[in-house]
């Protein structure tokens, strides 16, 4: 174990205030000192849990490709199970997209939270503990424990704090999550008795026979393509993400969707690379419907949420279109994708969150002439807009033009489909851009409203700065996640040769 366990302080500090809130905070609707105590509390321990996260960035050598910080001890003997924590060039970012993510959402929440506050500083607070514990877990009862443990807070999210139905979108959202990590669960329970221990790392490498590792492979995707979200197990998201309360919808985008993603990498193909090369054609098929018929949807769409989320939908598309594209380009290209729409799908529903505090509808066509009266939010909804299709400069360019060059490499025709899906998604988000925001400014609850406030460009500032720094200069990016992603390539291609040879 490291001197200071840097990864369980980053881990468990949001719990600890959580706690303390839970205790020491007196809630209640009419109680406003103990409301804003909760959230100042919360705000503050998200912040040191941030500035942890940048402690631990920092200690980190990206020229390792192993796991680097980690921790080890015997949590239950009886049954060979280990508390073991560890991250590697792959799980230090998603580490600190949920350290920056989180302290945003509870600024934003200022306003937009009225009810149940103390509660709701709560869930948020645990919600990022079970986000970190996941990335950071190398046991397999670890990694499930906080793999479901984001679904109760989140749970609790849509459906105390959603919309008007808000109980239907909570109990789709835990119902579709949590079937298929039952099968994920069975999954691990086979692994651990062929394996003889809990541990994640002794299970990498292709250690099981064919068949089982077909088996395992279905199990393991049922559980993370509804996470990615896969078409077609992607219909729990609209509907979660419109009735989720904006920081919901923003954890949902930035981080929960990236669990999938991860999860393919971690597992599917880091332990089970034979049946992952198997079911490449599937998955790249499924993929591309995904990309172009999420793209026409969210054309037909009336409620900005709802384009956004199948714009995500679409996105995540490239992600898993890169991943088992099983080439350096589409490795790149599907990290930079989860990178870049963290913060921009974020961003948009933040926007969304703007407007909504405001007139409380996301109905496209109440709007108009948003640039006359409201110039900053214009300006703001603009940058992540083109982040969003792609325009060079952005973070959302190099994620998706990396993630088709490497589908080219894989069959130019996967390359030419995934390309309809751009054009498919800045038709969609031009023109959700033209109604919002041009046309004469008419009607007189819109022309009434307020621009940014300076909490709200406290906001936007450092997801502006981080959605052109990536696409100004992905290298300070990439840097850090390339050693250890071309070295499970690497593995990966050696393994699948060695079976070929065999």
């Known amino acids: 174990m490291t001197v200071f366990p840097i990864l369980s302080a980053v881990t468990f500090l949001p719990l600890l205030g959580a706690l303390a809130i839970l ?3 007196s809630g209640g609707e009419d109680n406003v000192r103990g409301n804003r105590l909760a959230q100042i509390v919360a705000l503050g321990v998200s912040l040191a849990t941030l500035a942890l996260s940048f402690v631990m960035l920092h200690r980190f050598d990206p020229a390792n490709t192993g796991f680097q910080l980690v921790e080890r001890f015997v949590w ?17 970012w998603f580490v600190m997209i949920s350290t920056i993510l989180t302290p945003l959402c509870l600024l934003s929440s200022i306003s937009g939270v009225k009810k149940r506050i103390k509660e709701f500083m709560i869930a948020l607070l645990v919600l990022e ?20 443990g984001v679904l109760l807070p989140m749970f609790l999210i849509i459906g105390v704090w959603g919309g008007e139905k808000r109980t239907y979108a909570a109990y789709k959202f835990f119902l579709y999550t949590f079937l298929g990590s039952v099968l994920m669960l069975v999954a691990i329970f086979a692994m651990v008795l062929h394996v003889g221990t809990t541990d994640m790392t002794a299970m990498m490498g292709g250690k099981f026979p064919k068949e089982m590792a077909v088996w395992l492979w279905l199990a393991f995707f049922a559980s993370f393509a509804v996470k990615t979200p896969m078409w077609p197990f992607h219909t729990w998201l609209p509907y979660a993400h419109v009735e989720a309360p904006t920081a919901g919808s923003v954890i949902l985008a930035g981080v929960l969707l990236k669990m999938g993603g991860y999860g393919f990498i971690r597992i599917a193909i880091q332990m089970l690379p034979e049946a992952s ?3 490449a054609p599937l998955m790249i098929g499924l993929s591309l419907v995904g990309i172009i018929y999420a793209s026409l949807v969210a054309l037909a769409q009336t409620d900005m949420k709802k384009l956004i989320a199948y714009s995500s939908v679409a996105h995540m598309g490239y992600v898993t279109l890169g991943i088992f594209s099983f080439n350096q ?5 599907a990290m930079m994708v989860m990178l870049s729409h963290s913060f921009v799908a974020s961003a ?17 066509a109440r709007y108009g002439g948003m640039a006359t009266n409201m110039p900053r939010y214009a300006v703001v909804f603009m940058v992540f807009m083109l982040a969003s299709i792609g325009l060079p400069g952005t973070s959302g360019f190099v994620g998706e033009f990396l993630s088709m060059q490497g589908a080219f490499l894989a069959n130019s025709w996967f390359g030419l489909l995934s390309a309809l899906g751009m054009i498919l998604g800045a038709a969609y ?6 109604r919002l925001f041009y046309g004469a400014l008419v009607k007189d609850d819109v022309r009434a409203m307020k621009d940014l406030s300076v909490r709200e460009i406290a906001v936007f500032a450092p997801m502006l700065i981080l959605v052109l720094w990536i696409g100004i200069y992905p290298a300070a990016f990439r840097n850090v ?13 050696t393994q699948s040769q060695g079976t070929q040879h065999d």
């Open 129 to 148: 503990t079970m986000m970190i514990g996941m990335f950071t877990a190398l046991d397999f009862v670890l990694f499930y424990l906080f793999f479901e």
């Open 481 to 493: 996640y390339a050693p250890s992603l071309e070295k499970a390539l690497l593995d990966f291609q």
């Open 429 to 434: 988000m031009l023109w959700l851009y033209r």
């Open 348 to 364: 948009l529903f933040l926007c969304v969150g703007v407007v909504y505090d405001r007139m409380h509808t996301r109905e496209i």
């Open 329 to 333: 380009q589409g490795w790149d290209g």
């Open 277 to 279: 090369k198997h079911f």
């Open 23 to 25: 205790l020491f905070v």
């Open 76 to 92: 239950i003997p009886s049954f060979n199970i280990a508390y073991i924590k560890g991250i590697d060039g792959i799980s230090v």
